[in-house]
């Protein structure tokens, strides 16, 4: 994997971080979410839920994008990527009492689907071009 590949997979991986971060940040600046340490309940989880499925798709639309070449291959790896880091989160989390159990469960199943969603998104407008 050449360095551009890498760039390809990083990209998206600090655009979710710092896309999420921020919504996250505004969402308890206005109270929808609890102050930080308390539980979110299951309304707020499935919406946390669908601005990252959102955000993770966008990351990998980026990935493929600036993929030299193969970008569903890039996807791919970023959503195994995404998958894992999921799974551990889930692991440390899990009897935290941080929200509903099905959260992090959601996160790390959607982690590849949502990946090649992004990665399908940008070869079908790559294809119109």
Same mark, same amino acid.
């Given at each position: !994997? @050449?360095?551009?590949? #890498?760039?390809?997979?990083?990209?998206? %991986?600090?655009?979710?971080?710092?896309?999420?971060?921020?919504?996250?940040?505004?969402?308890?600046?206005?109270?929808? &979410?609890?102050?930080?340490?308390?539980? !979110?309940?299951?309304?707020?989880?499935? #919406?946390?839920?669908? &601005?990252?499925?959102?955000? =993770?798709?966008?990351?990998?639309? %980026?990935?493929?994008? +600036?993929?030299?070449?193969?970008? !569903?291959?890039?996807? #791919?790896?970023?959503? %195994?990527?995404?998958?894992? #880091?999921?799974?551990?989160?889930?692991?440390?989390?899990? @009897?935290?009492?941080?929200?509903?159990?099905? &959260?992090?469960?959601?996160?790390?199943?959607?982690? +590849?689907?949502?990946?090649?969603?992004? =990665?399908?998104?940008? +070869?079908?407008?790559?294809?119109?071009?």
């Amino acid at each position: !994997m @050449n360095k551009r590949s #890498v760039w390809a997979i990083v990209a998206a %991986i600090l655009f979710g971080i710092v896309v999420t971060t921020i919504v996250d940040i505004i969402l308890h600046m206005v109270g929808y &979410y609890p102050p930080l340490g308390e539980p !979110m309940d299951d309304r707020q989880s499935l #919406v946390a839920t669908a &601005y990252r499925i959102v955000i =993770g798709i966008a990351g990998a639309w %980026i990935t493929a994008r +600036l993929a030299p070449a193969k970008p !569903m291959k890039h996807v #791919v790896i970023l959503g %195994i990527l995404g998958t894992v #880091v999921c799974i551990v989160g889930l692991a440390v989390t899990w @009897n935290r009492g941080l929200g509903p159990h099905w &959260y992090p469960i959601a996160l790390a199943v959607l982690a +590849l689907p949502q990946s090649f969603v992004g =990665g399908w998104i940008y +070869l079908r407008q790559a294809g119109t071009r």
